[in-house]
């Protein structure tokens, strides 16, 4: 009987890392693959091109970082041939264990977007993606968002929509009368989403790659004012942007000193930013910020090594050592 039961709760136990399968993250880097790979235990080997027609695979350059470099590797190929497939090579103990992309369709290409409906207000909008093609065989994923810019060429805009999975709609407020609207797009392709990689589970630090993005032509200008006793005074303005241009951020790999502070990275976005800094023989710490165009990241000093991780509107998008 105690036999069986100890059986039994050996069968509860969860599977060690050691018996994790490793994790493969493949996107897009301007609109070519983005490779990357963490083993979890063992150490990755590298990454491969294996061409189409069973071609003998090509060993890759690969970039490793300092908190795991035995357990995690990246890859840019590069302008790759459609058929093209890339594998992953990880040596556990003698065990060596592959882990492979899907197929690559060719480099990522998309039409622009275009935007349906009457320029009217009270009328409804819609932005409707444009075909693309190239990408991973896994499919392709877009989102789009709809903006009014004051003058035909742009000028001062304001987004009217969060970007959105695919199509994306607006109901035209009387406030906008006389504007112009457009429609934006980004296309990603891969199992990373469209711009941003998620944070959890948080495998470690890099940059995700970038999307492909594109605007409509404008549509307008919107006709008919609101009448007189439509209280457009009072209504709240949308957040003035210049541009659906994604958040970027990147931390230097030593930190430099200006006004007493260490300078650690840089940000460009319209967006709350949220630093954390951590290690240096220092406790943590977190500052919020609002960024408007482009902003250098600033913390207290502390000497020696230590990780700094950016998150934009609640999402990680870099995580990196730098040293003072």
């Not at 165009?293 to 000497?303: F, T, Y």
Request: hydrophobic content about 40%; overall charge positive.
């Amino acid at each position: 009987m105690r036999l069986i039961l100890a059986l039994a709760l050996l069968l509860l136990i969860p599977a060690t890392a050691s018996a994790q399968a490793p994790t493969v993250i493949y996107g897009v880097d301007h609109a070519n693959p983005d490779l990357h790979v963490w083993a979890w235990s063992g150490t990755v080997v590298g990454w491969a091109r294996c061409p189409a027609g069973g071609a003998p695979c090509e060993p890759l350059p690969v970039t490793r970082n300092d908190w795991n470099p035995d357990g995690f590797a990246g890859a840019r190929p590069g302008e790759t041939a459609p058929g093209t497939v890339f594998e992953a090579t990880i040596d556990r103990g003698g065990e060596i264990i592959t882990a492979r992309t899907p197929a690559w369709e060719g480099t990522l290409e998309a039409a622009p977007p275009t935007l349906e409906g009457d320029p009217t207000v009270g009328a409804t909008v819609r932005a409707v993606p444009g075909a693309s093609q190239g990408g991973w065989a896994t499919g392709r994923k877009v989102q789009t968002s709809i903006y009014a810019c004051r003058d035909q060429g742009g000028g001062e805009c304001q987004k009217l929509t969060r970007f959105t999975d695919g199509a994306s709609e607006v109901v035209v407020d009387a406030r906008y009368a006389g504007w112009y609207l457009s429609a934006a797009q980004w296309w990603g392709s891969g199992n990373n989403g469209v711009t941003f990689i998620p944070e959890a589970p948080d495998p470690g630090p890099f940059v995700p790659g970038e999307a492909i993005g594109a605007r409509s032509a404008a549509l307008g200008p919107v006709c008919c004012a609101a009448a007189p006793d439509v209280p457009v005074a009072t209504l709240s303005p949308a957040p003035v942007v210049t541009a659906p241009r994604p958040p970027h951020a990147a931390i230097r790999a030593r930190a430099t000193r200006a006004h007493g502070r260490l300078i650690v990275g840089r940000v460009t976005c319209s967006c709350t930013v949220r630093v954390k800094v951590s290690g240096g023989g220092r406790r943590a710490i977190t500052r919020t910020l609002v960024v408007r165009g482009a902003q250098s990241l600033a913390v207290p000093v502390r000497r020696g090594k230590f990780r700094v991780r950016v998150t934009v509107d609640g999402q990680l998008i870099v995580s990196a050592s730098t040293r003072y």
